[in-house]
């Protein structure tokens, strides 16, 4: 099963150790060298969907400064299907750079 972008770097993320969500915006787009910038909503729904698939999970919650915030963690399935997803990627960019040959060369 191939992972859309963004909740293959919030698994990405995760990998790490459980974060809540701001750590995961922070992570994701630091991940992407800036590329990715998940909104609220955005980073909400993937891990709601990654939660409901058994990739990640809630490992705990805490109130800070009258604000609840929650910890997401990845789970071993979710450590797996990152595996595959990684492994399958660095197939496809060896893959891309045998067909390409000299055309990614610098000044070529």
Request: proline content about 2%; cysteine-free.
């Amino acid at each position: 099963m191939a992972l859309r972008e963004q909740s293959y770097l919030v698994l990405l993320a995760l990998s790490e150790g459980p974060l809540h969500g701001y750590g995961v915006i922070k992570a994701v787009r630091e991940l992407s060298e800036d590329r990715v910038r998940l909104g609220a909503g955005t980073l909400y729904g993937a891990l709601d969907r990654l939660t409901r698939t058994g990739l990640a999970r809630v490992d705990s919650e805490e109130v800070v400064d009258g604000r609840h915030r929650r910890y997401y963690e990845l789970t071993g399935q979710g450590a797996e299907l990152l595996a595959e997803e990684t492994a399958r990627l660095t197939r496809l960019a060896a893959t891309a750079q045998r067909r390409l040959g000299s055309r990614l060369q610098p000044g070529t």
